[in-house]
């Protein structure tokens, strides 16, 4: 019923940048919060980053100052500018949404998209 799709991952060197993107489609009638986790080999997925439908942001410790996100209402997209990026950030980016479905129902769900592959190395 509803896909999320990301891209813009890719491979680039310590101190570099990259641009994350994840566009939601299908049957929308809210959009919630977005937001962008993370799981390197090994470790448990843990959020990088989220956004309210009001604009409210917040952001693990270990990105505040180099990551943004942000988000365009009437796309139904969100975004991560990752600067000044680190080996440790390499991972596999997941975007996730709470979504409404149905104006004649509450009900919420949360959607994943199938991650985008992020690598910082020299």
């Known amino acids: 019923q509803v896909q999320l799709v990301e891209s813009g991952g890719g491979l680039v060197q310590p101190g570099g940048s990259l641009r994350l993107s994840c566009v939601a489609s299908?049957?929308?009638?809210?959009?919630?919060?977005m937001g962008w986790y993370r799981q390197a080999p090994g470790k448990q997925r843990e959020l990088v980053a989220a956004i309210s439908s009001g604009g409210s942001t917040n952001y693990t410790d270990s990105v505040k100052g180099r990551f943004t996100i942000s988000r365009d209402v009437t796309k139904n997209t969100v975004y991560l500018q990752m600067n000044s990026l680190k080996s440790e950030d390499t991972a596999v980016y997941y975007c996730n949404a709470d979504v409404q479905l149905y104006f004649w129902n509450a009900n919420r769900y949360i959607y994943w998209g199938q991650g985008t592959q992020v690598t910082v190395s020299s």
């Open positions: 299908g049957s929308i009638f809210n959009m919630y919060a």
